[in-house]
């Protein structure tokens, strides 16, 4: 469990990294390591070249504000999990990272790398989807914004072109009259969920004007439902456009399951939190 | 001494040690040596293949790359298969690999290539540009393909039957046939593995200067190994020294020896002149050390109406993996500690071991005694189901009482002695049971967390484990003249507290002060005759060795002692080190009748100056007497007629969520009878570790085969050890000390016990939950749910 040999580069400016990562096209770059190493270390993965970004200057933030929390791609999921602000403006970044993994890996592994690695038993990915975000691009051909909706090709795939960087994504604000929840299921506390599930659900005067639902792990590329037309039986609708499959840790059927169970639950967290923050907003605007 | 140690919770010595990051285990040796190579090996991706050629030619021309072995290099005992270590006569098929294939690879994992390198990044990128032809067989996975036999994983072994094994205790199958109630259960167990923290290693290095090997290795036995490595390379036993630094546990797969690297790393180092290190990775110990657990048993019962077991017939298949390097120790172990406190009035168990295409099995912590336990306990529950009786009731019925002691059981145990049972009380041990776990008040629960809508059940399992295996174990003390004592033992130690454990005897055995004694273990230059750390036998085996040895140099110290203060032996004492004649002020420091041990006086220390006011020693006879020898030391050695049985019972409350399936645990209870407790926060803590490791191999960890005999979850992203996150946070325990006759300290083995009953400890919980039969373990949320759907759709049609 050792890495095949290969070059190390660690850049001190953006545009260094961008020039390295395009004269190179067997080069990786390496954020927080906690996906990429252990590929590395079972011979998974042998790029020619590691471009370390770790001492890019100005990728740390976790920048709440009205619009959003923008979050730089040196931040660390226990960065983004520790902000208040963050969370009071979009309460599910935090409902989702204290799920994953430990606080060992929070540490290291950075929010942004885990957008790009787009595994879709990974949380954020499905977050960032669910909440229509985005994520901010740069080459030495210049920067681009990659709506979530097209950030993801396939399993562990994002659209990301070779020579391009993640810089920052951006996970718009919880609106007034919102709400979130999440759960998930997995077999030990930390591991990548059996089943995840995430709601977004809008209401104007206490009735669900808009929901949408999030899944992890039931499906190759994060996947997200609309279901403001199916509040009856939303896991259903769900179930039609998820693919949960076999693997050694459960059948696709107690994932099909978990996904009946989670759905109604979460689906009445959020509204629960929606009509939560409605009320609390009208008496601010009371008092 | 002035307070007994025996039987205190002494704070182990060896924690700040660990806890600190000061262990020093093999991969941290010799790590400054610039001259030290790394070894990387090849490893069969394929579970049955032909080897038909082997190309190395591209590997010798990688920069750093220092030479590599196949079989076609091994000559001599090398060439030969390795040994078989436990010889059986029912072994009648024993195979053992090779230690580089020789034309064919029977799992995936077994070594095929040995190279050296400049360090093991160098080495793996030689690893893979080995080029291996083979011809690729059908391979043998599972215990339901190995016995049918369609294909075979040795050629000439028919049936894939390695060993049929049988015993019987009256006349089983005639007492069910009569029995008045009969029950038939099928019960399997998977498999699981030791994955100790520290994986296999070894490090040697050749001196020529002295002609001498020195082996360095992180096994639970280092005389086994030194014996091995000189048989195999052809060197006198004297030329070789192994040494077993801080291991990062064991669990019983560092028992199994020799590994083909404790042999291969040996040749390099004195093929190279140069040391070599081998350092397993966790992928490697997964596919290339040892599993266990594996087994299918048939269980015909035959019961009265009071559940009396008349007649128990236990046929099982156990799965042995590709080799049986470790004879039939595992199936042995659970054909006949089965039983547990039981007395079956009639009894019969056959079982074959049987090949497959799959890592080796071999001892895992419990050795075979867990699957035993899930099938009487099973057994047990079955039969209160079945009568409606409550299950301790049943349990009572069938125990052995106090009195029957020492008890006899008709059968031939590990050791090849018979079956018998020192003492114990299980009535007691039962009673404290349910009171710790509240046994009589849970009808009551459960009815309030029905009403919640919560569902709970409650379960308990009991065993008895056969614990101190000899043959035998030795000991020296030595007192300095500094007073300081230094103790040596062979077997090794792998983070048990041995240091901590074995002071306290030798504090109290001598006389001396606890900070001044040092244990040493595991090393052949200080006791090159020892056994190993297995069996739960240390504590048994080296404790009472070592308490044997300090009562000699006891001995030898009164009486130098004695002649230097001109008193009887009688009326002196031994208290922190220092001899005196009771009730006066007359003493003499231990140290100082060191001195005089020794006619030899130079004085180099305060001690040697302290001794000239004393004199012994008759001018007119031989400095040192015919019978005596120069020195305080004494030696020992401990061999016990048998083995000495410890019992417990577990109990464990969960919750199983009707919805989700996900088992949660409420309460976990262990009562724990292992004799005299030398050191009771260390056996808490050897429960404590047994119940975790219960937990991964009820609820969460298997190795997943799939059926071309690839292992889909060789990494702990896939196997699911615990967390501790996953173990309960409290395990209420309550000690029962019914001593052992059999030794001189009254104590049995613990190391193994805490996981013994978990597969039918929560078998029976969930059962009692769920209201279904549990009858494979370890089970998950997902299987859970599949027997819910099974049972809803037989009820349906019921
Ligand atoms: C034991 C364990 C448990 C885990 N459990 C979970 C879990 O439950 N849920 C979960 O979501 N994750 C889990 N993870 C993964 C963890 O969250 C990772 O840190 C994260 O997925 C990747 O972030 P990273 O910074 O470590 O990325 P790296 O490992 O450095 O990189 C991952 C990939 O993304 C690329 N990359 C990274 N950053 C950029 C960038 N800025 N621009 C372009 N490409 C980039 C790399 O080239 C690489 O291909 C777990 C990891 C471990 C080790």
């Known amino acids: 469990m050792k890495p095949a040999p290969f070059a190390f580069l660690r850049p001190a400016t953006l545009e260094e990294a961008l020039a390295a990562l395009a004269g190179e096209p067997g080069a990786k770059v390496l954020a927080g390591g906690q996906s990429l190493v252990p590929l590395l270390s079972m011979r998974l993965a042998a790029p020619s070249m590691l471009i370390d970004i770790n001492a890019l200057p100005d990728l740390g933030h976790v920048t709440p504000d009205a619009t959003g929390v923008r979050v730089g791609a040196l931040a660390r999921h226990a960065h983004v999990l520790a902000s208040a602000e963050a969370a009071e403006v979009q309460p599910l970044l935090a409902l989702a990272l204290s799920h994953v993994a430990h606080p060992t890996i929070r540490n290291r ?57 993640a810089v920052e994504a951006f996970f718009p604000a919880l609106p007034a009259g919102a709400g979130v929840a999440f759960q998930e299921i997995a077999r030990r506390h930390g591991d990548y969920a059996l089943v995840g599930v995430a709601a977004l659900v809008e209401t104007d005067g206490g009735e669900v004007t808009r929901a949408r639902l999030g899944y992890v792990s039931v499906s190759d590329v994060p996947v997200v439902v609309d279901v403001t037309d199916a509040l009856d039986d939303p896991a259903a609708a769900a179930l039609a456009e998820l693919e949960p499959a076999d693997d050694i840790h459960a059948t696709a059927a107690y994932r099909a399951h978990l996904v009946k169970v989670l759905t109604p639950r979460v689906l009445a967290d959020a509204v629960h939190h929606a009509r939560q923050r409605s009320a609390q907003k009208d008496e601010k605007d009371m008092a | ?101 020789k034309d064919e690879v029977n799992y995936v994992g077994e070594a095929i290539a040995f190279v050296v390198a400049v360090d093991r990044y160098v080495a793996e990128d030689a690893v893979a540009r080995i080029r291996v032809d083979y011809e690729q067989l059908e391979p043998v996975v599972g215990i339901a393909a190995a016995r049918a036999a369609a294909r075979l994983v040795h050629d000439d072994v028919p049936g894939n039957v390695g060993a049929r094994m049988e015993q019987e205790n009256g006349d089983a199958r005639a007492a069910i046939a009569d029995a008045p109630h009969t029950l ?97 990775d966790r992928r490697e110990h997964f596919i290339s050390s040892a599993h266990e657990r594996a087994q299918v048993h048939h269980v015909e019962v035959g019961f009265d109406d009071d559940g009396r077991v008349l007649g128990l017939n236990v046929e099982f298949w156990h799965d042995h993996g590709a080799y049986t390097p470790y004879g039939l120790i595992v199936p042995i172990i659970t054909s ?57 009731e049943v349990r009572s019925t069938n125990f052995i009482q106090p009195d029957e002691f020492p008890y006899e059981h008709g059968l031939v145990f590990q050791d090849g002695r018979p079956l018998t049972y020192d003492s114990g009380d299980y009535p007691a041990s039962l009673a404290k049971l349910k009171e710790l776990v509240g046994w009589d008040e849970f009808e009551d629960f459960r009815a309030e967390m029905a009403a919640q809508g919560r569902r709970v059940g409650i379960g308990l399992a009991c065993y008895v484990e056969g614990t101190g295996v000899g043959p035998y174990e030795g000991a020296h003390v030595h007192v300095e003249t ?86 009887a032996e009688d009326d002196l004492e031994i208290v922190d080190g220092v001899v005196s004649v009771k009730g006066t002020d007359a003493s003499i420091d231990l140290g100082t009748v060191a001195v005089l041990s020794n006619p030899l006086r130079y004085a180099f220390d305060e001690a040697s100056k302290a001794a000239t006011q004393f004199s012994v020693g008759d001018p007119g006879k031989a400095p040192v007497a015919e019978d005596d020898e120069p020195g305080l030391e004494g030696k020992d050695f401990y061999s016990p007629e048998r083995s000495t049985f410890a019992n417990g019972m577990h109990a464990v409350i969960v919750e199983t969520d009707p919805d989700t399936a996900e088992i949660t645990i409420l309460k976990y209870a262990v009562v724990h009878d292992c004799g005299h407790l030398i050191n009771p926060m260390i056996v808490e803590g050897q429960i404590h570790g047994g119940v975790a490791q219960g937990v991964g191999g009820a609820l969460y960890e298997r190795m997943a ?20 996150t996953e173990v309960p946070t409290t395990i209420d325990i309550d000690h029962l000390e019914t001593p052992s006759p059999l030794n001189p300290l009254g104590i049995k083995g613990a190391g193994e016990a805490g996981v013994i009953p978990s597969a039918a400890v929560f078998a029976a919980a969930i059962e ?12 998950s949320p997902s299987e859970l749910f599949d027997l819910r759907l099974a049972h809803a759709d037989n009820s349906f049609a019921g």
Request: aromatic share 6%; hydrophobic share 40%.
């Open chain 1, 109 to 165: 592994g950075t929010t942004v790398g885990s957008l790009v690695h787009a595994d879709a038993a990974a949380e954020m990915p499905m977050v960032l989807r669910l909440l229509e975000g985005s994520v901010d691009v740069e080459s030495v051909r210049g920067r681009r914004t990659v709506p979530a909706g097209e950030l993801f090709a396939g399993p562990l795939e994002s659209t990301l072109a070779h020579d391009e960087i």
């Open chain 2, 1 to 101: 001494m002035t307070t007994k140690l025996f039987g205190t919770k002494v704070p182990r010595v060896e924690d700040q040690r660990f806890l600190r990051g000061q262990g020093r285990y093999v991969d941290d040796l010799l790590t400054d040596d610039p001259r030290l190579l790394h070894a990387a090996v090849l490893r069969s991706p394929h579970a049955h293949a032909r080897i038909t050629d082997i190309d190395v030619s591209g590997v010798l021309d990688l920069d750093g790359v220092v030479a590599v072995w196949t079989f076609d290099d091994l000559t001599g005992p090398m060439a030969e298969p390795l040994p078989l270590l436990i010889p059986h006569p029912a072994l009648t098929h024993g195979r053992t690999q090779y230690a580089l294939a």
């Open chain 2, 184 to 280: 038939t259960l099928e019960l399997d167990v998977e498999r699981s593995a030791c994955t100790p923290m520290e994986g296999r290693g070894t490090v040697a290095r050749w001196d020529p200067d002295t002609s001498r090997l020195t082996v360095w290795s992180s096994t639970q036995t280092s005389t086994g190994v030194r014996g091995c490595v000189a048989a195999k390379l052809g060197l006198d036993l004297a030329k070789v020294d192994v040494i077993t630094p801080d291991v990062g546990g064991g669990f019983g797969v560092k028992i199994n020896h020799p590994w083909p690297e404790e042999l291969l790393v040996p040749l390099a180092a004195m093929t190279l002149g140069r040391p070599v290190k081998f350092t397993e």
């Open chain 2, 336 to 392: 006949t500690q089965l039983l547990g406190p039981y007395k079956p009035q009639n009894y019969r168990v056959v079982f074959e071991s049987l090949y497959t295409n799959t890592v080796i099995v071999t001892p895992y912590r419990g050795a075979g005694r867990p699957q035993g336990c899930f099938v009487m306990e099973r057994t047990m529950d079955a039969i209160a189901a079945y009568l409606g009786k409550d299950r301790t």
């Open chain 2, 482 to 567: 500094s007073g300081k004592v230094k103790v040596a033992t062979g077997l090794t130690t792998q983070g048990q507290g041995h240091q901590t454990a074995f002071a306290q005897i030798v504090a109290d055995t001598l006389g001396v002060r606890f900070e001044d004694v040092e244990i040493t273990t595991g090393d052949t230059r200080k006791m090159p005759y020892a056994v190993g750390t297995f069996a739960s036998r240390a504590a048994v085996m080296s404790g009472s060795a070592i308490h044997l040895a300090a009562l000699r140099a006891r001995e030898k110290a009164l009486r130098i002692a004695a002649e230097a203060l001109e008193a």
């Open chain 2, 705 to 724: 085969y799939d059926e071309s005999g690839q292992l889909l979850n060789a990494s702990f992203m896939d196997f699911l050890m615990p967390y501790v």
């Open chain 2, 768 to 779: 009692d939950a769920e209201g279904f039969p549990i009858t494979a373990m370890p089970i």
